[in-house]
């Protein structure tokens, strides 16, 4: 039935892969409609052909290599002996034309024979077989995938999260994911599967949509081999080769299995993951300039700040965290993340012994907070430190002391507390002065001024996350107390969530809230520069509407009425952020829309009343032609975007976009970030 439901959504034409995947469900696809689906997930349906203007010279340095690749390939093929000779020129023109316009020099060790194999064994015209060898290369084949490249790091750390023990195992073995897992993705698998096994999992791989699912396809066959790898007692190389090759044990049947496992390890994995890697995959202006972090140096996966706020706020199964604030107790007393546990990371060395009964507190207290629902429970431990490298020398002794003990869900806090202030001095810019109120808990000074103005003293303690009293600080003031039963009063602390509990005082004062405020305030009266920069971009408020006003509809744009699936819009691997909100038109009239901003352009898909999930691309900006973003002093939630140039005459406004969105202030932090990572880009 559902074979016959997808022939027919594919014989309508206008068929998305949201719609394919609603039909499919992650199940294998009929050969006779792969073709027509692939070309889908991959976006090259209806795109022209590359190689037309192509004069077809066949003309590299490397093409004797080129050449007898492809004949290889050819040879491996049940294909009949007078289409041979056609099928190889097309295999070797679309290399030689990839190579020649992406200015890449070929070698057989780049797999991408073993990319295009599944690809041939749909029998594709050249062109489309070019556009989906295009596609894949661009989206799901990571930037440096050679030997000792980045994302071989990022799979260590992910092993490292999920599986300690291997990963410390094949760390004492000098075994790095390289050496094993390079042919695994640069040829997306197809290097060892038999041709099923690739189409079986290519089929679900590219449904997802996610070019990072692939880690955790890989992560499984690992965890798979797991039992075999530690009780191994040959050589490293035997080994290597042991590993490398265990995908070739993969049949049809076990690519369910195989998916629905990593679909677990992925909801058991930090977002920030993906979000602080995306730069990984696909072709933006920014790859190389997103994160310049040295993942071969560092010492587990980094979470953002931002995720660590929400994770415990949110409902259902995901990732929660419980915080371990490793600073001195002075740091801790003057301003903590208000559902921390403080483990003093000084201990470690000053006091070993107290430093042990502290770490067994903790794991007491993180079980009890899990067991009782507490806001601040999470399974994930994340350690926080100050954000200053030679501050936090002790704190990287005690997280890799918990490596050590092969625990799992280990992680850090991407640039420690002082990013958290950072964090909640940008969202909380407009807001109130107390806005930090129920983050950050401060046990400094007296109890009846901290506590009156910063605790709201909820009777039931901290379920609502919310007060200085919450239940990791009441466990962490016990910790504090240096007690002969720290065990027994962290439990009594659970239990008894109201207990009030007594301060230590130390006068520390919390950082000046003025000197964490954002480069441009919304309260200038008018936009100024950015850092200075040149391309002139600013942000500021305005009482009136502006003489520059050009209603974006005036403007020509193709992709204008291009209708496409919102939500797979919004899933896509380039898309930074989506904002919900309303477009406003100069009559007054609002329509509901979604801005996506990607590395370098920001989108305003339109919904369409009459077509649920469907909106039209109503407009697309280049982030580089951003020059103001002001908002209503009256209105601070409905936000004007202008877009223009510069010249030596001034700024010449082009267009004008008017949005309200709600928490219009992480929106405009957040774009505004974006736009100057795209200036800096071009300026450099």
């Known amino acids: 039935m559902r074979e016959k439901d997808l022939a027919d959504a594919l014989e309508e034409g206008g068929c998305d892969l949201e719609t394919v995947r609603n039909i499919i469900q992650g199940r294998q696809l009929p050969a006779d409609v792969r073709a027509k689906v692939w070309k889908i997930a991959l976006n090259v349906v209806g795109k022209g052909d590359s190689l037309a203007s192509w004069d077809g010279s066949l003309d590299l340095p490397e093409q004797s290599i080129i050449h007898k690749d492809c004949q290889e390939l050819i040879d491996q093929l049940s294909v009949p002996e007078e289409e041979k000779s056609v099928l190889r020129l097309d295999i070797e023109s679309v290399i030689t034309f990839y190579c020649k316009s992406r200015n890449v020099t070929y070698s057989s060790c780049l797999g991408w024979i073993h990319l295009l194999k599944p690809l041939v064994h749909l029998r594709l015209p050249r062109s489309d077989l070019y556009n989906c060898f295009y596609a894949i290369m661009n989206k799901f084949i990571p930037r440096d995938c050679f030997m000792k490249g980045r994302p071989f790091h990022l799979f ?30 640069g040829s997306l698998f197809s290097y060892y599967c038999s041709t099923e096994v690739t189409q079986a999992i290519w089929d679900g791989y590219l449904q997802q949509a996610d070019p990072f699912f692939i880690y955790f396809l890989m992560l499984i066959i690992l965890v798979n081999a797991k039992d075999i790898i530690l009780a191994q007692e040959s050589d490293k190389e035997e080994m290597i080769k042991i590993l ?3 995908p070739a044990n993969l049949d049809t049947e076990d690519i369910e299995d195989l998916f629905s496992l990593a679909q677990y390890y992925c909801s058991k994995t930090p977002a920030s993951f993906r979000k602080d890697n995306h730069s990984l995959f696909g072709s933006s202006l920014l790859g190389l300039k997103d994160d310049d972090t040295d993942l071969s140096q560092a010492l587990c996966l980094a979470v953002s700040v931002s995720e660590i706020l929400q994770a415990n706020q949110q409902q259902g199964e995901g990732v929660r965290f419980f915080v371990v604030d490793c600073r001195p ?19 470690m060395l000053q006091n070993p012994s107290e430093f042990a009964q502290s770490v067994k507190s903790l794991l007491e207290a993180q079980k009890q907070s899990i067991e009782s629902g507490s806001i601040a429970g999470g399974e994930h431990l994340c ?28 992680s850090i806090a ?43 003293d909820s009777p039931n303690g901290s379920s609502d996350g919310k007060g200085v009293k919450s239940l990791v600080n009441k466990m962490t003031v016990a910790l504090k107390t240096k007690s002969v039963n720290v065990k027994e009063k962290v439990i009594s602390f659970i239990e008894n969530t109201s207990t009030p509990v007594d301060r230590i005082p130390f006068n520390i004062p919390w950082p000046d809230r003025a000197s964490l405020e954002r480069h441009v305030s919304s309260s200038d009266r008018v936009g100024k520069p950015y850092r200075g920069v040149k391309p002139v971009f600013s942000i500021g408020d305005e009482e009136e509407y502006d003489t520059d006003e050009i209603d974006s509809s005036s403007m020509s744009d193709d992709d204008r009425k291009e209708v496409v699936n919102i939500q797979t819009w919004i899933n896509k691997p380039d898309v930074k952020y989506n904002f919900p909100c309303n477009e406003v038109k100069e009559n007054g009239h609002m329509f509901p ?17 009459s077509r649920k999930g469907l909106a039209y691309i109503q407009s697309r900006q280049a ?12 209105h601070p939630e409905l936000i004007t975007f202008k ?3 510069s010249n030596t005459s001034g700024i010449e406004i082009l267009a004008v976009e008017r949005y309200l969105i709600p928490n219009a202030g992480d929106a405009t932090k957040a774009i505004k970030q974006q736009i100057m990572k795209v200036l800096d880009a071009l300026e450099s």
């Open 329 to 347: 107790a002075e740091q801790y007393n003057a301003g903590h993340l208000s559902t921390a546990f403080h483990l003093d990371s000084d201990l």
């Open 593 to 609: 829309s979604h801005l996506l901003v990607t590395a370098t352009h920001m989108y305003c898909l339109r919904e369409i009343p």
């Open 643 to 645: 877009y223009g140039n």
């Open 156 to 185: 260590r750390l992910l092993l490292q999260y999920h599986e300690p023990e291997l990963c410390s195992f094949l760390d004492t073995k000098k075994m790095t994911p390289d050496s094993y897992a390079l042919n695994w993705l």
């Open 383 to 410: 350690f926080m430190g100050s954000g200053r490298e030679e501050e936090d020398m002790y704190m990287n002794m005690v997280l890799a002391h918990f490596l050590q003990k092969n625990k799992e869900y280990v």
């Open 623 to 634: 982030l580089s032609s951003v020059v103001k973003i002001t908002s209503k002093k009256k």
């Open 244 to 246: 490398e090759t265990s």
């Open 414 to 456: 991407k640039g420690g507390f002082m990013a958290l202030q950072q964090h909640l001095a940008d969202i909380n810019v407009e807001g109130p002065e107390n806005g930090y109120g129920h983050w950050i808990a401060s046990t400094s000074g007296s109890r009846s001024s901290i506590n009156s103005s910063v605790d709201g």
